[in-house]
T-cell receptor, first 115, second 113 residues
């Protein structure tokens, strides 16, 4: 079974709809992240969470919100979807390491299309 | 602003040829450096990482990368590519150990038979 799962894998929605993307992990990591990928722009950080009570905005948080329901679950919501939020969304996790960075492990992605 | 640049959007090489993908980053202090690969329709897989020590690091699938402090670069190399290496490659940097990654724009690699 995959360590980091994302649901749904594909979603088509209409402008103005509320949509939630979900991420679950079995790696036991404290830290979770949401990125979006756009062609030619690489991945950009939307939100990140270092533990259940810690939520931080990333580079492009406008129009998004998140919820860390448990250590293993981190959801991304689009309150009112717009077409320029059409993108590939990735969840990632990492483990805390004193004095240094650690590898981030990525889910398979959710392809979201907003019409 | 902290940034990561991959100058080559698309590279095409012949199978069996050598490969070098470039990555440059801003900021003066030694950051933590990563290369990820994304196969079509897949998530990102870590190829290798550099935190400290030997500036030449070995990764999976026969890849290596060299950190050059004076050039703020972390270029990825492979001596002989295989058709299965066709994918998109991302350089990522954790500046100041912030536990957040800044990604480059990605380089799409095409392999000619």
């Amino acid at each position: 079974d995959a360590d980091v799962t994302q649901t749904p894998r594909n979603r088509i929605t209409k402008t103005g709809k509320r949509i939630m993307l979900e991420c679950s992990q079995t790696k036991g990591h404290d830290r979770m992240y949401w990125y979006r990928q756009d062609p030619g722009l690489g991945l950009r950080l939307i939100y990140y969470s270092f533990d259940v009570k810690d939520i931080n905005k990333g580079e492009i948080s406008d129009g998004y919100s998140v919820s860390r329901q448990a250590q293993a679950k981190f959801s991304l919501s689009l309150e009112s979807a717009i077409p320029n939020q059409t993108a590939l969304y990735f969840c990632a996790t990492s483990d805390y390491r004193t004095g240094g960075a650690d590898t981030q492990y990525f889910g398979p992605g959710t392809r979201l299309t907003v019409l | 602003a902290q940034s990561v640049t991959q100058p080559d959007i698309h590279i095409t090489v012949s199978e069996g040829a050598s490969l070098e993908l470039r990555c440059n980053y801003s900021y003066g202090a030694t950051p933590y450096l990563f290369w990820y690969v994304q196969s079509p329709g897949q998530g990102l897989q870590l190829l290798l990482k550099y935190f400290s020590g030997d500036t030449l690091v070995q990764g999976i699938k026969g890849f290596e990368a060299e950190f050059k402090r004076s050039q703020s670069s972390f270029n990825l190399r492979k001596p002989s590519v295989h058709w299965s290496d066709a994918a998109e490659y991302f350089c990522a940097v954790d500046f100041q150990g912030a536990q957040k990654l800044v990604f480059g724009q990605g380089t799409r690699l095409t392999i000619n038979p």
